[in-house]
Nanobody, 122 residues
Framework: QVQLVESGGGLVQPGGSLRLSCAAS????????MGWYRQAPEKQRELVAT???????TYVDSVKGRFTISRDNAKNTLYLQMNSLKPEDTAVCYC????????????????WGQGTQVTVSS
């Protein structure tokens, strides 16, 4: 029963910045790993970045040094700061969260947002 809603996408010129947000709501018993995926036109969805509940992060090589993933556990919100954007970053970006679905059993499920469009163009 977790719902994710992304926001912050838009149109930006090359070299510009955007910050994406993902707000989680609904019943759960702990958000574990959260991440951002993106899907460019005519391409498969790819994993961009992940962050654990403790703050450990991973990034796909193409965004290292430019993107920063973070989370505010108290607000149940995930962020992606995107700097030095390139046209090849144009994609629909999706928030993903792995969450504990039971207070009693070690069961986890994934939740997905509907996506937010990021367009990098001059």
């Amino acid at each position: 029963q977790v719902q994710l809603v992304e926001s912050g996408g838009g149109l930006v010129q090359p070299g510009g910045s955007l910050r994406l947000s993902c707000a989680a709501s609904g019943r759960h018993f702990g958000l574990n790993v959260m991440g951002w995926y993106r899907q460019a036109p005519e391409k498969q969805r790819e994993l961009v970045a992940t962050i654990t509940s403790g703050g450990g992060t991973t990034y796909v090589d193409s965004v290292k040094g430019r993107f920063t993933i973070s989370r505010d556990n108290a607000k149940n919100t995930l962020y992606l700061q995107m700097n030095s954007l390139k046209p090849e970053d144009t994609a629909v970006c999706y928030c993903n969260a792995r969450f504990r679905r039971s207070a009693y059993l070690a069961l986890e499920s994934d939740a997905w947002g509907q996506g937010t469009q990021v367009t990098v163009s001059s």
